[in-house]
């Protein structure tokens, strides 16, 4: 039984995308695991301290850190099904990962950060706020101004490469990796998972090939996603 | 024999990262090719006319113009070996490709829009400053305004998600496909093609990741980079 420390607001609302590669990834290796909903403020205790982030995951006597290092954590310990297949989808799931971390999470968090920071336990609020707006150097407030409308469509431009990729999926080839999904699916819901739980109104248009996908990838494992806290059925 | 038009500056330079993809793809087949210098001026009158843009192939009576129509012509036609290797690349490919256009090369242009304006064929010069002006909505100088280090700066961080994919190839794996190159070493070469070919000085500081897998790209195919007019032994 693996332990997977995830980060949860109010209500217990696993919103973190970090957390859900991790959670994806494990899934995907067909792991018995348990959950432990954390705070921001627990991680600083967890397993005797000194992490500096979830997801953390323990598996028997090793503790990992970080969602990439997790994952080759168990591609190296529980190679089949791999999470990659093939070098050339580990070297898109790396390209990918920094692609979504630099371009695409900032453009969303912009649309939703006011409405993720009212769905956190009051506890974590502060911190929320205070580490944010310091990594920003600015308010919370500043950094969701203008028309959500125009946040919107920033965030949607920003996805264009993943729209672009997912442009060519179909039933015969429903997802990035292929016949199955692989970890650069995995990554990509993740992100989407994070507006999913907070964001009280859809991102995506209806008509966006994106979209279509994601429902394919909140059916996988029984519905996994699909059953975790959510404001909109969307993103 | 495939006949390849290819865009060419002065002095028969060849510079059009839309070209090299195709130019790779071909060499990848193994394909024997024929090349045409082409000016932009000269597009218009290509084939019989109607193609917007270079490369255009013909193979037989088949003409193809645009990089990804080639590739997936050319894999379909000349399966062995193949440019992706696993549907999962072929998505990588795709995202890549439209991560490069909208992110990476729009940061490059800033860097040396005047170096390449002043290397066309002196018929390009005014197609070129018209159609990149009304396509900017700016001058070419105002679009490589500022200190060129700050340019070069943006550029290099619009490279990150590429260098970050790049950090783990060794040896072992020194290829973004693995232990050979895909397409999407072909799509991130050629865009780097462009500034090695104009501009007169570095892009890439000499410790960066990129530039030592650059220098394996350039070895492919005994050396058919290498030998390219370059402007830099870089990018």
Not at 58 to 86: C, K, M, N, Q
Not at 197 to 223: K, Y
């Amino acid at each position: 039984m693996i332990l997977l420390y995830d980060l949860a607001g109010a209500g217990d609302r696993r919103f973190s995308s970090n957390c859900w590669r991790t959670r994806f990834a494990l899934a995907h290796k067909g792991l018995a695991i348990e959950t432990r909903a954390t705070r921001f403020i627990d991680i600083p205790a967890l397993e005797g301290g000194g992490y500096p982030t979830v997801p953390i995951i323990r598996d028997g006597d090793d503790v990992i850190v970080d969602s990439w290092r997790i994952a080759t954590f168990l591609e190296a310990r529980y190679p089949a099904p791999s999470l990659f297949d093939h070098p050339g989808v580990e070297a898109f799931a790396r390209q990918l990962q920094s692609w979504l971390v630099t371009a695409v999470s900032p453009a969303l968090l912009k649309v939703f950060v006011l409405d993720l920071h009212a769905r956190l336990d009051p506890a974590d609020q502060t911190y929320f706020r205070q580490s944010r707006e310091r990594r920003f150097e600015m308010t919370l407030e500043q950094l969701a101004d203008g028309p959500r409308e125009t946040r919107i469509a920033a965030a949607r431009t920003a996805l264009g490469p993943l729209r672009e990729a997912l442009a060519d999926t179909s039933a015969q080839r429903p997802f990035l990796g292929g016949v199955r999904p692989l970890y650069p699916d995995y990554l990509a819901a993740a992100a989407l998972m994070w507006p999913r739980a907070v964001s009280p109104g859809p991102l995506l248009s209806v008509d966006d090939p994106i979209l279509r996908w994601f429902e394919r990838m909140l059916d996988l494992f029984d519905g996994l996603a699909r059953r975790a806290h959510k404001e909109w059925d969307g993103p």
